[in-house]
């Protein structure tokens, strides 16, 4: 039997009238649309995309102090930063950092607060060096702005 696709209901005041249907999945589509965006990039998000875009993880306690002048001057230019000040090994920091999939860990020990620097790694155990923070910042910065 074939469907009628010129429906009609009686309205209340006796007319017939064609019915419309509204249908508004906002926050579904919003839902499946973040699902895509993850699972097509494996959960390694670009960095202009990745909510932490950065964590500095200071080497011993000496560092916390130079690790949030760190954070604060790449949060004054809108990077999204973190700090990980937890009693634990850099190894270990590190290696969790790497299974998140934040895009870069900046490692901060005394050589690097003694001379304005950090200590970069790149998503993928990349091994960028120690690079001045301006240098890393505008390199960053660049990145996002690429959406690369």
Not at 30 to 39: A, K, Q
Not at 44 to 64: G, M
Not at 97 to 104: E, F, T
Request: aromatic letters at 4%.
């Amino acid at each position: 039997m074939a469907e009628r696709l010129d429906a009609e209901y009686v309205s209340d005041e006796g007319s017939r009238r064609h019915p419309v249907m509204l249908h508004r999945a906002i926050v579904g589509s919003l839902e499946r649309f973040i699902g895509i965006l993850i699972e097509q990039h494996a959960g390694a998000l670009p960095a202009w995309l990745a909510p932490e875009q950065a964590v500095v993880c200071p080497i011993t306690d000496q560092q916390h102090e130079y690790a949030r002048e760190v954070a604060k001057t790449l949060q004054k230019q809108g990077v999204r930063v973190s700090v990980d000040a937890r009693n634990e090994k850099i190894n270990y920091k590190i290696r969790e950092h790497s299974m998140q999939k934040v895009p870069y860990i900046l490692v901060v020990g005394d050589k690097e607060k003694a001379s304005g620097a950090v200590a970069v790694r790149a998503r993928g155990s990349v091994d960028l060096g120690v690079m001045p923070l301006e240098d890393f910042s505008s390199k960053l910065l660049g990145d996002i702005a690429r959406k690369a």
